[in-house]
């Protein structure tokens, strides 16, 4: 089915969509097109006089109501600041506010400053998958509350 994406400033594209689609990999389609970041976008389906805003990344599109032609109307957001914990080898845990969509590089820097750990010598895990330079804290779900690992590279010789 094919759908309208808005924008506030009037930019509009349209996509195809299935109904089985989230709305997770809807905003996936909509940073593709028009480069806006998911974690920023807020959809609203505007149905009539009704709108519908749809927040569960989760849900199918089919069962939030979309329908071929239907009108999705993109607000951009602010990141918000949330709080994560940082779990030292020592077990030791601090707390760090961040950005979800700050890259982990920036997020290395932070902990270098504060712990003063080298970012070259930093291995930091969440949910068990190691966070690799260049991509975002939100490429590795990391959300309110999270805790991510810091570990240490061995020196090698």
């Known amino acids: 089915m094919d759908i309208t994406v808005i924008m506030m400033d009037g930019t509009s594209c349209s996509l195809r969509v299935n109904p089985q689609d989230t709305v997770g990999s809807l905003k996936a389609k909509i940073h593709t097109v028009l480069g806006v970041d998911p974690a920023r976008q807020r959809l609203v389906l505007l149905i009539g006089d009704q709108k519908k805003t749809l927040s569960d990344d989760s849900l199918s599109l089919g069962s939030c109501g979309l329908q071929s032609g239907s009108v999705i109307s993109l607000l951009l957001t602010e990141p918000t600041t949330i ?59 990391v959300k309110a509350l999270s805790t991510i690992v810091l570990m240490l590279h061995l020196r090698g010789g």
């Open 83 to 141: 709080q994560v914990f940082l779990k030292k080898q020592d077990g030791n845990v601090n707390t760090y506010k961040i950005k979800p969509d700050e890259t982990v590089t920036a997020f290395k820097q932070q902990v270098q400053a504060r712990e003063g750990v080298q970012a070259s010598q930093q291995r930091l895990l969440h949910e068990s998958r190691e966070m690799m330079d260049g991509g975002r804290l939100s490429d590795y779900n």
